[in-house]
Nanobody
Framework: QVQLVESGGGLVETGASLRLSCTAS????????MSWFRQVSGKKREFLAY????????FHTNSVEGRFTISRNNDLKKVYLQMNALKPEDTAVYYC???????????????WGQGTQVTVSS
């Protein structure tokens, strides 16, 4: 099994930056695609980005491309989401996830963290 723990969320003002971290434990972290999703209470979970196992390629959804950047450090078993120019509509719980297949679908990710709250004030 893989255990994932997110950290780095908080309350910030519009235009601020945050860097979220996801720390993994378990075997074969470097064989997994890693992703970030976010979810507003009562709404569908939204895909944000994924990074391929070796860290040399990534995909970001159009809604955050240019502001958010996913990356990973396999030696440390961590994945990051750098978020810049935050907006109130970015307010959500942010989750990291691991899976053997990359993509934008929740069903492709087997392991999920507990989430970290990001709140952006106007």
């Amino acid at each position: 099994q893989v255990q994932l723990v997110e950290s780095g969320g908080g309350l910030v003002e519009t235009g601020a930056s945050l860097r979220l971290s996801c720390t993994a434990s378990g075997r074969a972290f470097s064989s997994y695609y890693m992703s970030w999703f976010r979810q507003v209470s009562g709404k569908k979970r939204e895909f944000l980005a994924y990074v391929i196992p070796n860290g040399d390629g990534a995909f970001h959804t159009n809604s955050v491309e240019g502001r958010f950047t996913i990356s990973r450090n396999n030696d440390l078993k961590k994945v990051y989401l750098q978020m810049n120019a935050l907006k109130p509509e970015d307010t959500a719980v942010y989750y990291c996830a691991a899976g053997k297949i990359g993509g934008s679908y929740e069903s492709r990710y087997e392991y999920w963290g507990q989430g970290t709250q990001v709140t952006v004030s106007s």
